[in-house]
């Protein structure tokens, strides 16, 4: 197992909102790596590749913000009815 540490941390979308990327854990080739986020409210969590957006560089002609998946956004909460 090989783990990296970003320095400077990235800027990350992830399916529990955006954070900064600290370490990925790479295990091996038949292994998606893991990332270590911490979310925007403070809680580290572990995600797999598949569910890590990195934000873009304009530079290198790549977006500030990825493609997020439908999945992803967060649900509008229902709006309150109108009392009669």
């Avoid at 797999?48 to 999945?71: L, M």
């Avoid at 909460?77 to 009669?84: F, L, Q, S």
Wanted: glycine fraction near 8%.
């Amino acid at each position: 197992m090989n783990i990296l540490q970003l320095n400077p941390q990235i800027v990350v979308y992830t399916p529990l909102g955006k954070g900064l990327a600290y370490f990925i854990m790479d295990y091996g080739m038949s292994v998606n790596s893991c990332w270590v986020v911490r979310l925007e409210k403070g809680e580290i969590k572990h995600f797999d590749s598949n569910d890590v957006r990195a934000e873009g560089n304009p530079t290198y002609g790549f977006p500030i913000k990825p493609e997020i998946p439908e999945s992803w956004l967060p649900k509008q909460k229902e709006k309150m009815k109108a009392v009669i």
